[in-house]
Structures are given as structure tokens and as C-alpha cells.
């Protein structure tokens, strides 16, 4: 059974850091695109980051360039996500996601195929 399991969430004040992981099991995914989406009660799924199979290429949403660092371990089957500088809108549940193919989607939440449960971010001002 694959599984993506996130961690590393929880309350910071505005302007403090956070660093979230991802442990993906039941499979590799070395090979695929890796992504982390956010999401707020009466919203949609937001794109935050994505990152290619190589990690030689990396996408952000416009809200968290140069605050945001996505990066992955292939050995370690980990994704993770390093947020600095944190803001009071980036409270969210913060999803990880990977793509079952090699296609980069990017921002594109529809072609990811595997989705994690979810680390609630609560930022204070």
C-alpha cells in the first residue's frame, strides 16, 4: 500500500521557520515529480511546490518564492519542505503529493496521483 505520511507542522509565530517532511512508502518514488499543496477550510487546494524527480528542477507558488525551499532525498524516499520567513496566510493543511508518471506537473493538483493525509501549519501574527 503506498503511503505519504507528513510531518513537521504545527503553531510558529509570523517570521519563524518550519520544516515539513514527507516519508513515501509501498514504492519508490525516485523517478516521479514530488509536490506540496496547502489548503484552508472553504478553499481550494493550493499549489506551494513542486520538484522533479532529479530535483534539478523546482517550481514555487508567486506567495512563497525565497521563502519557501522544497528539496528531496531519493535514498530515503523523503520529500521535504523548509518554510522561512512564515506569514499568518500561510496557516493551512499542507498536503504532499506525488505524480505516478515522470510528467512534471507542477501546480497542476489533477495529476498527482498520491496524496498524503495532511500536517495542519498555524501561524501567528
Known amino acids: 500500500q503506498v503511503q505519504l505520511v507528513e510531518s513537521g507542522g504545527g503553531s510558529v509565530q509570523a517570521g519563524g521557520s518550519l520544516r515539513l517532511s514527507c516519508a513515501a512508502s509501498g514504492r519508490t518514488f525516485s523517478g516521479n515529480p514530488m509536490g506540496w499543496f496547502r489548503q484552508t477550510p472553504g478553499k481550494e487546494r493550493e499549489f506551494v511546490a513542486a520538484i522533479s524527480w532529479s530535483g534539478a528542477r523546482t517550481s514555487y507558488a508567486n506567495s512563497v518564492k525565497g521563502r519557501f525551499s522544497i528539496s528531496r532525498d531519493n535514498a530515503k524516499n523523503m520529500v521535504y519542505l523548509q518554510m522561512n520567513i512564515l506569514k499568518p496566510d500561510a496557516t493551512a493543511v499542507y498536503y504532499c503529493?506525488?505524480?505516478?508518471?515522470?510528467?512534471?506537473?507542477?501546480?497542476?493538483?489533477?495529476?498527482?496521483?498520491?496524496w498524503g493525509q495532511g500536517t495542519q501549519v498555524t501561524v501567528s501574527s
Open positions: 503529493a506525488a505524480e505516478s508518471s515522470t510528467y512534471y506537473a507542477a501546480s497542476l493538483p489533477d495529476e498527482y496521483d498520491y
